[in-house]
């Protein structure tokens, strides 16, 4: 087993980069060794509207309107992400990806497992029986396992040999119901109304209620009590900071962070907790 090098899965595309660029930046700067998986092996791709803004707003339809952004600038990846990006896509690691159907376990001594936004390719990758499969047999070992955002779905369904989720007895958060639903609701009226269910990976069919598919929903329902999910709350310090969605966290400033860890598993709920989640993940990989 290599302890310094983490395993990045990624869809076929949609990926959010701002999830896996900074993890990337991160870990590599903390001495780690960072490779990648798609279903393929062939590179994955970010999501282009997280990266130019562009298809966000409400005009974001008519070709000659779309560079035109407002929304699109507020919700798009920071410039420093963006520009990582760029880094990345020349990256030998990144261009010549695992097939997840030959990973093997004893190659990484830890794993990440990012999200994104509606697609057929996210749906797709949180769906796949060999990743899911992967992803129940490397938490088995103990070795550090990071999820973020909607990467907490891969976790709650990946199951263990007596049909549990992994997640089943542990703490975790993941995307919120309240910030899920608030980013549904801004671009579903403001931005993209022709896709109004861009921010939800999955809505909810016929006769369920609101939320019922939401990230929060089904990752409770993984665990062994809800109160195992966790929010943040008001008593927390920087509260404001961490439930508005408002601030990003950064290297030099955890405040607006919300990050759970429960032994050598770590949570986080968007990409405005990445740069601790990823510092977090660092610490357990050379702890261990």
Not at 104 to 123: K, N, P, T, V, W
């Amino acid at each position: 087993m290599s302890v310094k090098t983490v395993l990045i899965p990624l869809p076929q595309a949609d990926f959010d980069p701002t999830h896996v660029v900074v993890c990337w930046q991160v870990l590599r700067a903390a001495g780690l060794k960072v490779e990648f998986a798609t279903v393929d092996g062939q590179p994955s791709a970010a999501d282009p509207r997280m990266l130019d803004g562009e298809g966000l707003d409400l005009w974001g339809g008519l070709p000659l309107l779309r560079q035109f952004k407002l929304l699109g600038l507020l919700l798009r990846a920071e410039r420093k992400v963006r520009r990582g990006y760029a880094q990345l896509l020349e990256d030998e690691a990144f261009l010549k990806p695992h097939e997840f159907s030959r990973l093997s376990i004893s190659a990484f001594g830890g794993l990440m497992l990012s999200a994104g936004h509606r697609s057929r390719y996210m749906q797709d990758y949180l769906e796949d029986p060999v990743l899911l499969r992967f992803i129940a047999d490397f938490f088995a070992t103990e070795r550090p396992v990071a999820a973020i955002a909607h990467g907490v779905l891969l976790a709650a369904r990946s199951r263990r040999s007596d049909g549990r989720s992994v997640l089943y007895g542990r703490k975790t958060t993941a995307v919120p119901w309240g910030m899920e639903r608030d980013a549904w609701n801004l671009t579903r009226f403001l931005g993209r109304i022709w896709e109004p269910d861009y921010y939800r990976v999955y809505a909810e069919l016929p006769g369920e209620p609101e939320g019922y598919r939401g990230v929060e929903a089904e990752v409770t329902r993984a665990l062994a009590r809800p109160t195992d999910f966790l929010s943040v709350t008001h008593d927390v310090p920087d509260y404001f900071r961490k439930s508005t969605g408002l601030y990003r966290d950064s290297l030099k400033d955890s405040r607006p962070a919300w990050v759970v860890c429960d032994g050598n598993y770590i949570s986080a709920r968007w990409a405005g907790d990445t740069h601790t989640f990823a510092t977090m993940l660092a610490e357990r990989l050379h702890g261990a």
